[in-house]
């Protein structure tokens, strides 16, 4: 027999769906009354306050006050976040250590720590960073998302150690880190970042290239991230470049580092820098340029996507975009747009929380519904 007390599957859709409608206002604005909400959604106000009595009854909102501006007609209640709702963590893996950021479900940040590599496992260090962030806000932590430089295989969820790379994250596995750590590899961080906040907001499609210690490229055509069967899709670096990869070609260039199997980030920066006033460096660049550009000009003509984005910490730079842009604009059939991405602090870590609040916002919603 059905339990009496257990709404049926067509009313709880219905509820989780106006639910939905409240908080994402909360999240989206923060303190808010019913008839806003009813203004905001077009939900009517009977099954706003409905709504609203749920989610207070089951912890997720809490009434703050009512309007004191001593306007005439009902006095309005202000709800908000619960304190204890819940919060998020992110977490950016790279050769400086492990950056966090924790935040509340409306992305409110609590607080943010940088820990140094200091010779522990992988693994070690970033539990004990993701266990400190987590503790920094009250309530459960609703989600942790973690962002490494290696790639994610799609099916396992662990990430993939790849031959010569300079990155130790191959060896982190995500289940010693914590339970339902979502992993995935810092260009596909960078690139939703950009999809959500950045220059990529009103494209079709784009492919959004990284050029930093190390190489890769993200794909979104429409809404859909291109991962590939293993989770390799991007790894530009192993492109074949006149008869070695492309990461060799540039190590030949001199922009590799001769301690580990990665770019230099700095000579390149440094070149950037030089190439208005000394001729060499200006040679370099161009060189440079276009190398890179005849691997994302591969990339236009197989996919032919609306924008390329040029990110990290030397692919952002003005001078080597150019350069990029040229080179595809020769060997490209298409009008494809080469610009660089407008999320520049850290749109690793950035994509990392918005994936972390996405997930976290559900499993809020899914707590109430339970409750």
């Known amino acids: 027999m059905s339990d009496p007390d257990r709404p049926l599957p067509r009313l709880a859709m219905l509820r ?21 909400l009813a203004a905001a959604t077009g939900i009517s106000k009977p099954t706003i306050s409905e709504s609203v009595r749920r989610l207070e009854t089951a912890g997720a909102l809490r009434a703050t006050g009512t309007d004191q501006t001593g306007r005439r007609g009902r006095i309005a209640t202000f709800y908000e976040l619960a304190a204890d ?31 140094a590599p200091d010779g522990r496992p992988i693994t070690e260090a970033v539990r004990v960073a993701v266990a400190a962030a987590g503790a920094a806000g009250t309530g459960p932590v609703r989600a942790t998302a973690v962002s490494v430089a290696n790639p994610v295989d799609p099916v396992t969820h662990e990430v993939v150690a790849l031959p010569g790379s300079p990155f130790p994250e191959g060896r982190l596995r995500a289940e ?35 050029v930093g210690a190390g190489l890769g490229v993200s794909l979104y055509v429409g809404d859909q991230l291109v991962r590939g069967a293993h989770g390799l899709a991007g790894e530009i670096g192993y492109l074949d470049s ?12 001199g922009f590799g580092r001769p301690d580990a199997p990665s770019l230099d980030v700095g000579a390149i920066l440094t070149t950037l820098d030089r190439a208005a006033e000394d001729a060499v460096a200006a040679e370099r660049l161009r060189l440079l340029g276009a190398t890179l550009g005849r691997a994302v000009a591969a990339i236009c003509t197989i996919v032919d996507p609306d924008l390329v984005l040029l990110g990290g910490p030397a692919g952002s730079r003005g001078e080597l975009v150019a350069e990029i842009r040229r080179t595809v604009r020769e060997l490209t ?11 520049t602090d850290s749109a690793a870590l950035r994509g990392a929380l918005l994936s972390a609040l996405d997930h976290g916002r559900d499993g809020l919603l899914r707590a109430v519904a339970e409750s």
């Open 242 to 253: 006149s008869g070695s990869t492309l990461a060799a070609a540039l190590a030949d260039q």
């Open 85 to 115: 709702a819940g919060h998020v963590v992110a977490a950016e893996v790279n050769q400086q250590g492990v950056r966090t950021v924790t935040t509340d479900l409306t992305g409110a940040v609590l607080a943010t720590e940088r820990h």
């Open 16 to 36: 989780a769906m106006t639910d939905r409608a409240v908080l994402d206002q909360v999240f989206a604005h923060g303190r808010t009354t019913r008839a806003e």
């Open 176 to 210: 010693e880190v914590g339970s339902g750590v979502l992993l995935d590899n810092d260009v596909n961080f960078s690139a939703l970042a950009e999809r959500r906040e950045g220059a990529a907001r009103e494209a079709k499609s784009f492919a959004y290239v990284y």
């Open 333 to 343: 059939p298409g009008p494809v747009r080469v610009e660089a991405g407008e999320v």
